[in-house]
């Protein structure tokens, strides 16, 4: 277990609606990233939060937001949902300091259903 | 166009054999390289990371060499078991301490009794 917890596992949605998930990071981690993994790819990099900042972005629209906490925590929000957003989203906390090692401990994700 | 490769087709191996999974890229500069293992369904779980001045790194039965001339990192599991079978996903990190990693579409690994 990596102490990232995330919600809700499952969900399933129609086009054109929103979306909210949400991610706890682990203890003592300040810096948040989100994935979306389409079946059969490897995790894309949507964007990474940093003192309740975003602090890097992937090739992703504008419709896909985000917010970090101040107590680390995170959501990833959704608009104008499309049949190819439909994926496993990950959430992977990871710590920035001196001695960053750079490793992500990813939660379980949340597998979202466009129809 | 930048790009990470993994073999595509799942490996089978028997157990005990070792089993060497590649992870090549172009266009790439990477400050880290690191490999996960993922199961179905599962969110991917940290196994190893090496750095760019860095040629071999080893845990337990588990090692990554890391050529950055050749622009290849190469996995080995020894002594490998059924309980080893999943998905090895690897990722480069173009910043370093930054963690902004990209994956390729990573290898499925099969060892059998």
């Known amino acids: 277990e990596t102490g990232v917890t995330q919600s809700p596992t499952h969900l399933i949605k129609t086009r054109g609606q929103q979306v909210t998930l949400r991610c706890s990071s682990q203890s003592g981690h300040n810096t948040v990233s989100w994935y979306q993994q389409a079946l059969g790819q490897g995790p894309q990099f949507i964007f990474q939060?940093?003192?309740?900042?975003?602090?890097g972005r992937g090739n992703f629209p504008p419709r896909f937001s985000g917010l970090q906490f101040p107590n680390y925590s995170s959501e990833l929000n959704v608009n104008a949902l499309e049949l190819d957003d439909s994926a496993l989203y990950l959430c992977a906390s990871s710590t920035r300091t001196g001695l960053n090692t750079g490793e992500l401990f990813f939660g379980e994700g949340s597998r979202l259903t466009v129809l | 166009s930048q790009k990470i490769e993994q073999n595509s087709e799942a490996l089978n191996i028997q157990e005990g054999k070792t089993a060497t999974l590649t992870c090549n890229y172009t266009n790439y500069s990477p400050a880290y390289l690191q490999w996960y293992r993922q199961d179905p369904g599962r969110g991917p779980v940290f196994l190893l990371l090496?750095?760019?001045?860095?040629k071999e790194k080893r845990k337990e039965r588990l090692k990554v060499t890391f050529d950055t001339t050749l622009k290849q990192s190469l996995f080995h599991i020894t002594a490998s078991q059924p309980a080893d079978s999943a998905t090895y996903l690897c990722a480069l990190d173009m910043r370093s301490g930054y963690s902004t990693l990209t994956f390729g579409k990573g290898t499925m690994l099969l060892v059998s009794p």
């Open positions: 939060y940093y003192r309740e900042e975003e602090n």
């Open positions: 090496i750095r760019e001045n860095e």
